[in-house]
């Protein structure tokens, strides 16, 4: 069993950055493949980034490459998003989600993959 707590979001201008934080509790997390998704208003929730755990393997959808990094530190249960030159169509709720089915990044394409989900962080970005 796993709870996944995201942590970091907020209200940033254009260009801005921002690190989204989700950090697991239970045993054995390293042995867990996670992604983050994103929702907007009215929209359907998407894959944003996703990270196996064999290998660190790491996929971006193509509206972040460039921009966002996930990353992972086993130590401290915690996987990251990095975001930088976030742009005002990347305001979303921001969800992490793993499982230890996603040893790759090519695994767990879909959200029905993760058994596992955090509540949520709001990021806001202002024009």
């Known amino acids: 069993q796993v709870t996944l707590v995201e942590s970091g979001g907020g209200l940033v201008q254009a260009g801005g950055s921002l690190r989204l934080s989700c950090a697991a509790s239970?045993?054995?997390?390293?042995?867990?493949?996670v992604g983050w998704f994103r929702q907007a208003p009215g929209k359907e929730r998407h894959v944003v980034a996703r990270?196996?755990?064999?290998?660190?393997?790491?996929y971006y959808a193509d509206s972040v490459k460039g921009r966002f990094t996930i990353s992972r530190a086993n130590a401290q249960n915690t996987v990251y998003l990095q975001m930088n030159s976030l742009k005002p169509e990347d305001s979303a709720v921001y969800y992490c989600?793993?499982?230890?089915?996603?040893?790759?990044?090519?695994?767990?394409?879909?959200?029905?993959?993760?058994?596992?989900w955090g509540q949520g962080t709001q990021v806001t970005v202002s024009s």
């Open positions: 990270i196996g755990w064999i290998g660190g393997s790491t």
């Open positions: 989600a793993a499982s230890e089915k996603c040893y790759s990044s090519t695994q767990c394409r879909s959200e029905n993959d993760y058994e596992y």
């Open positions: 239970g045993r054995g997390f390293s042995a867990y493949g």
